[in-house]
């Protein structure tokens, strides 16, 4: 579970160096609550994060059922990653939690 974990870590990071420009940013909102493991970095590792019901952040539909959301805003501390202190950007999340926003 542990080797899952980092590999999917290991993608979103990789995943948040990608280009901006090549799609466009959509909001979305929260309609059921969610949870998942994500990397904070630095002494404290994984952790599980909740997001709430109303919660909004921007992200891209990836058209096959999920969507990648925003969760931190990119720093210095990302630029030369992998390190102990990097920390998740993103979040591949079920499109069924979600709904756009217009």
């Known amino acids: ?7 999917v870590v290991i993608s979103l990071v990789f995943n ?3 280009s901006d ?10 309609i059921v609550e969610y949870s ?4 904070v970095g630095g002494v ?3 952790t599980e994060r909740s997001f709430a019901i109303g919660e909004v952040y921007t992200g891209t539909d990836n058209g096959d059922g999920t969507v990648i ?3 931190a805003e ?10 102990s202190w990097c ?3 993103l979040l591949e999340v079920p499109v069924e939690y979600l709904k756009l926003i217009d």
């Open 1 to 7: 579970m542990k080797r899952f974990i980092f590999l």
């Open 44 to 46: 404290i590792g994984i």
């Open 87 to 89: 920390y998740q950007e």
């Open 16 to 18: 948040s160096c990608s």
């Open 74 to 83: 990119h720093s210095e501390l990302n630029n030369d990653c992998p390190n």
């Open 69 to 71: 959301i925003r969760i």
């Open 36 to 39: 998942a493991q994500v990397m």
């Open 21 to 30: 420009s090549e799609t466009s940013k959509e909001r979305f909102e929260f």
